[in-house]
């Protein structure tokens, strides 16, 4: 039937109606919140490209939890800076590095049992030249060095299971990384740590605000030699295809809005848990926007978390996690 007996607006008239026939929906436990972990104490350092965000210390990060369960959000993402860095990334994989410490302190608050705690999987923050893996020098010039990456990874994602980590989360992007972490975690006995694989990290424009939270950018070079290329969605699918055959639980789409057709397609094509990040160049950018007052503030943020559900992604990696759980 046609109009007048088909009137699309009689479900939309009031906001109760609108409830009941909502089809997406999300939840502050829907949500994962990114902590950026540095040395000492009392430490609330903002970052400048990121209105909200903070370096933080352990006792900081640990209030900031405390907050975090209190809304009800689903888990933390940790990152760390390091009191030093070297070309083996030593702080990523120490038993005394300062994610693993956090881990600790967080285990042993009642935050611990309500959040799940995720250990981002990566070298940059811990490397000199701020690359994802070994460098090495060839007639070419410098080249990142895949395979015996692998090991400090996998040594990497071990240490931070040790000490507390829920779940583990590579983001580096080397080849045949999730092997090599599921063998070293399962050698270790840590045989039920889940693997969260960043599946089809994008080479982004949009990490820029980022690499000052973590203080991660490459000292030379790019990392479009192993971050994929933002062209290609059939490598994006043979990406997710192959970290789900090397043994990941669960995949990590990054970046969330620009590569919302990938988000779909991984929905509709494997069944294991999705999940969006909302990185740092998204949440930047609508920051920038609520202070010029050219968007609603509360509208955009809900409104940009929904599109990510909408698209199939199962929870969300969001810096807005606690202002979203706060209007939901």
């Given at each position: 039937?046609g109009?007048?007996?088909?009137?699309?607006r009689?479900?939309?008239?009031?906001?109760p109606?609108r409830?009941?026939?909502?089809?997406t929906?999300?939840e502050?436990?829907?949500l994962i919140y990114?902590?950026?972990?540095?040395?000492g104490?009392?430490?609330?350092q903002p970052?400048?490209?990121?209105p909200?965000?903070?370096?933080l210390?352990?006792?900081?990060a640990?209030?900031e939890a405390?907050?975090?369960?209190?809304l009800g959000?689903?888990?933390?993402?940790?990152?760390?800076l390091?009191?030093?860095?070297?070309?083996?990334?030593?702080g990523?994989w120490?038993?005394d590095?300062i994610?693993q410490q956090?881990?600790?302190?967080?285990k042993?608050?009642?935050?611990?049992?309500?959040l799940?705690?995720?250990?981002?999987?990566?070298?940059c923050e811990y490397?000199?030249?701020g690359?994802?893996?070994?460098?090495?020098?060839?007639?070419e010039?410098f080249e990142?060095?895949?395979?015996p990456s692998?090991?400090?990874l996998a040594?990497?994602?071990?240490?931070?299971?040790?000490a507390?980590?829920?779940?583990v989360?590579p983001?580096?992007m080397?080849?045949?990384?999730?092997a090599?972490?599921?063998?070293a975690?399962?050698?270790?006995?840590r045989?039920q740590t889940?693997?969260?694989?960043?599946a089809s990290?994008?080479?982004?424009?949009?990490y820029g605000?980022?690499?000052?939270a973590?203080?991660?950018a490459?000292?030379f070079?790019d990392?479009?030699?192993?971050?994929m290329?933002g062209?290609?969605?059939?490598e994006a699918m043979l990406?997710i295809?192959?970290d789900?055959d090397e043994?990941?639980d669960?995949?990590?789409?990054?970046?969330?809005?620009?590569?919302?057709d990938?988000?779909?397609?991984?929905?509709?094509?494997i069944?294991?848990?999705?999940g969006?990040?909302?990185?740092?160049g998204?949440?930047s950018?609508?920051?920038?926007?609520?202070?010029?007052?050219?968007l609603?503030?509360?509208?955009?943020?809900l409104?940009?978390?929904?599109?990510?559900?909408?698209?199939?992604?199962?929870?969300?990696?969001?810096?807005f996690?606690?202002d979203?759980?706060?209007?939901?």
């Amino acid at each position: 039937m046609g109009f007048p007996q088909n009137r699309m607006r009689r479900l939309r008239r009031t906001e109760p109606l609108r409830a009941l026939v909502r089809e997406t929906t999300i939840e502050p436990g829907d949500l994962i919140y990114p902590l950026f972990i540095c040395p000492g104490s009392g430490v609330r350092q903002p970052v400048g490209s990121m209105p909200g965000v903070f370096q933080l210390s352990i006792d900081e990060a640990v209030r900031e939890a405390e907050q975090a369960a209190s809304l009800g959000i689903g888990g933390l993402l940790l990152f760390g800076l390091p009191d030093t860095k070297d070309d083996q990334a030593t702080g990523a994989w120490s038993d005394d590095g300062i994610v693993q410490q956090a881990l600790r302190a967080l285990k042993k608050t009642s935050a611990a049992g309500q959040l799940v705690l995720i250990a981002d999987v990566c070298l940059c923050e811990y490397t000199s030249h701020g690359h994802c893996g070994i460098v090495v020098q060839t007639p070419e010039g410098f080249e990142i060095d895949n395979d015996p990456s692998l090991a400090l990874l996998a040594r990497t994602a071990t240490s931070l299971a040790k000490a507390g980590a829920d779940i583990v989360a590579p983001s580096d992007m080397m080849d045949g990384r999730i092997a090599a972490i599921r063998h070293a975690l399962d050698a270790a006995g840590r045989t039920q740590t889940p693997i969260l694989s960043y599946a089809s990290k994008f080479a982004s424009a949009f990490y820029g605000p980022f690499r000052e939270a973590a203080e991660s950018a490459p000292q030379f070079g790019d990392r479009r030699s192993y971050q994929m290329d933002g062209a290609n969605f059939r490598e994006a699918m043979l990406e997710i295809e192959l970290d789900l055959d090397e043994g990941a639980d669960m995949i990590l789409m990054k970046p969330a809005m620009p590569y919302l057709d990938v988000v779909r397609a991984a929905r509709d094509s494997i069944q294991v848990p999705i999940g969006a990040y909302q990185v740092s160049g998204e949440y930047s950018m609508l920051q920038a926007a609520f202070e010029k007052g050219w968007l609603e503030r509360d509208r955009a943020i809900l409104e940009s978390l929904v599109s990510m559900r909408r698209a199939g992604a199962d929870f969300i990696v969001t810096y807005f996690a606690e202002d979203a759980a706060k209007l939901l």
